[in-house]
T-cell receptor, first 118, second 112 residues
Framework: EAGVAQSPRYKIIEKRQSVAFWCNPI?????LYWYQQILGQGPKLLIQ????????DSQLPKDRFSAERLKGVDSTLKIQPAKLEDSAVYLC????????????????FGEGSRLTVL | QKEVEQDPGPLSVPEGAIVSLNCTYS??????FMWYRQYSRKGPELLMY????GNKEDGRFTAQVDKSSKYISLFIRDSQPSDSATYLC????????????FGKGNQVVVIP
């Protein structure tokens, strides 16, 4: 079974530039998550989709971050304009719906996209 | 007060030692408790999953949950160099749309 795919793996940009990250979840997983992991910290949820609808985006800085999941499969996360404090690893994860058919809702993570803002 | 507290200090142990990690939390609604392992430059992967209080053992790994104290632990017996990674605790409540609250993680180095 293929895992969660993310690209690019690494990106270096200057502040005020824009960047986009792409995620392809595990086939059949209805729920998709974008997490931000700053060095030395645990992942912080930015946005959660179920199919192509947003479930939780309460911690997404909406003045500069946007995300979409067209057709309920792939997703993109965009940052425009980037700030120095956006330097982090952006992790995409997917899961089955927790509680359905006894699923635990285990999150499967991709390898992440490492962003450096100079 | 953060929802989940995990002292992020690195931990170096000799091969074969027991590794003990723990987290405390403040939200009494948390019902599901997890430990994720994250190798360098990789995404986290689920290591242990526990519902409510009690112990769970899987090979060299034991997870403990004490809901009365809001305290969870992970023990690694007979540690191996391949256990060198960052260990993140995570938890969620019954109704939280599967939103996980993570600790900061502990970097563990097992020295051969």
């Amino acid at each position: 079974e293929a895992g969660v795919a993310q690209s690019p793996r690494y990106k270096i940009i200057e502040k005020r530039q824009s960047v986009a990250f792409w995620c392809n979840p595990i086939s059949g997983h209805a729920t998709l998550y974008w997490y931000q992991q700053i060095l030395g910290q645990g992942p912080k949820l930015l946005i959660q989709f179920q199919n192509n609808g947003v479930v939780d985006d309460s911690q997404l800085p909406k003045d500069r971050f946007s995300a979409e999941r067209l057709k309920g499969v792939d997703s993109t996360l965009k940052i425009q304009p980037a700030k120095l404090e956006d330097s982090a690893v952006y992790l995409c994860a997917s899961s089955l719906v927790a509680g359905e058919d006894g699923n635990t809702g285990e999150l499967f993570f991709g390898e992440g996209s490492r962003l450096t803002v100079l | 007060q953060k929802e989940v507290e995990q002292d992020p200090g690195p931990l170096s142990v000799p091969e074969g030692a027991i590794v003990s990690l723990n987290c405390t939390y403040s939200n009494s609604a948390f019902q599901y408790f997890m430990w994720y392992r994250q190798y360098s430059r990789k995404g986290p992967e689920l290591l242990m999953y526990t519902y409510s209080s009690g112990n769970k053992e899987d090979g060299r790994f034991t997870a403990q949950v004490d809901k009365s104290s809001k305290y969870i632990s992970l023990f690694i017996r007979d540690s191996q160099p391949s256990d060198s990674a960052t260990y993140l605790c995570a938890m969620r409540d019954l109704w939280g749309n599967n939103r996980l609250a993570f600790g900061k993680g502990n970097q563990v180095v097992v020295i051969p």
